[in-house]
């Protein structure tokens, strides 16, 4: 069943994705293949453009199968959703902004309210930290999307860093990373832990990289 957690006085992030007008997305494959989840249409939480999603699936789509999914920085909840939709075993969805949370957890409900799939309201750093400390970490691989306001690889570049290469060292073994933003971002800062590719599908910038034994 899908579990739903909160925290309150959370300050919102603006995030710099391109404009979508308020009504619905769409989810693009598997199991809820077609299906629509509805958007709010609030400039806070601005949707990837699903040509960009579309294309990201198209590469990692087949690696959701029974992983455990990470949307990091939500928004709309559509990666997690995706992954959800194409096999993955449960997902962590994280979002700060209260009423795109609600959202989320309606769309949960109008697909399965039955599925795998913790919605939390909280600040995506913190949530982290606190996960990081649990007993038992997921055993399976991971599928962690990490799709922050394209502004806080400026604002808050060190704490993503670390972030990531926290999530990194815990993950289990041929673990997948997909990390979004756009080119004022190096990719390079992401550092040599994972051999990281990255393209371009303007104006986002998707790096994917695989835990693997070296």
């Given at each position: 069943m899908a579990k739903i957690t909160r925290r309150k006085n959370l300050k919102d992030w603006k995030s710099q994705r391109p404009s979508s007008d308020s009504g619905k997305l769409r989810i693009i494959g598997g199991k809820f293949r077609g299906r629509q989840i509805e958007y709010s249409g609030d400039p806070i939480t601005r949707p990837m453009k699903e040509h960009t999603r579309e294309a990201i699936f198209n590469l990692v789509g087949s690696y959701a199968k029974n992983r455990v999914a990470f949307d990091l920085f939500a928004g709309t909840g559509a990666i997690g959703l995706e992954s959800i939709s194409r096999g993955a075993a449960s997902a962590f969805l994280v979002e700060r902004h209260f009423p795109t949370v609600r959202i989320i957890e309606q769309n949960v409900r109008s697909l399965d309210p039955d599925m795998?799939?913790?919605?939390?309201?909280?600040?995506?750093?913190f949530w982290t930290r606190q996960f990081l400390k649990g007993a038992q970490l997921p055993v399976e691989p991971w599928l962690v999307?990490?799709?922050p306001p394209y502004d806080l690889y400026l604002e808050k570049k060190d704490e993503l860093l670390a972030m990531l290469g926290s999530l990194i060292e815990a993950a289990p073994l041929e673990s997948l990373f997909v990390v979004e933003s756009d080119e004022r971002f190096k990719p390079q800062c992401l550092g040599e832990s994972l051999a990281w590719e990255t393209r371009l599908y303007a104006p986002a910038l998707i790096s994917i990289g695989c835990k693997s034994e070296r």
């Open positions: 795998n799939v913790t919605v939390t309201a909280s600040d995506t750093f999307f990490c799709c």
